[in-house]
């Protein structure tokens, strides 16, 4: 379960504090799956990385399956950070040297459980629709397959949270629509949670539960 408890942050100024949000409240269970929206400069992506543990609040707290990252030494938020969330970006950031299957197996080079990551790359990247992709470079793949790519990636060490940040905004309409056909598809298993940030009405409305960022706090919509 993610639960998000009056968090705020700002930055501070030569002409003081500089507030981006304040009083954000947000719980989702395990399986759970959420948009988010609001107008660029809201604040809205500054939310997905202290979610992340990518940058401290400056006050309230973030928990994910009962662990706060914000509150563990460096190298325990990294290890934590590893095995518990991943990330798609609106730049797929994929590495150009290497092939899907590959970039897919990036996260998992620091992980030491014994798994057998291979397979699960492989079976991903079929899951994406790219199993006769695999061995192909980015730059040989569409910008939909390049993304698929790197949600096969986010997946990697099963992660208990996605955070997805504008994960459709630079895709053609049909790409967009398989993005999200399959963004949508990977809370089946109960496991995942995961939050969407996007500009996008159309891939929000594929969403039960939707957030707009409003006066720097999170509101529902109805």
Known sequence: MLVVSNLAKSYATPRGPLSILENVNLTIA???????MGPSGSGKSTLLYILGALEPPTSGSVTIGGTNPHELREREQATFRGAQIGFVFQDHLLLPQLSALDNVLAPAVVAKDGRDYPDRARSLLERVGLGDRMNHRPAELSGGERQRVSIARALIREPSLVLCDEPTGNLDRAAA??????????TADGRTTMI?????????????????VVDRSLVAEP
């Open 177 to 186: 629509d398989g993005v999200a056909d399959l963004l949508g598809s990977l």
């Open 30 to 36: 395990d399986g759970g799956a959420v948009a988010v």
């Open 196 to 212: 969407v940030v996007t500009h996008s009405p159309v891939l929000a409305a594929r969403f039960e539960k939707r957030y707009e």
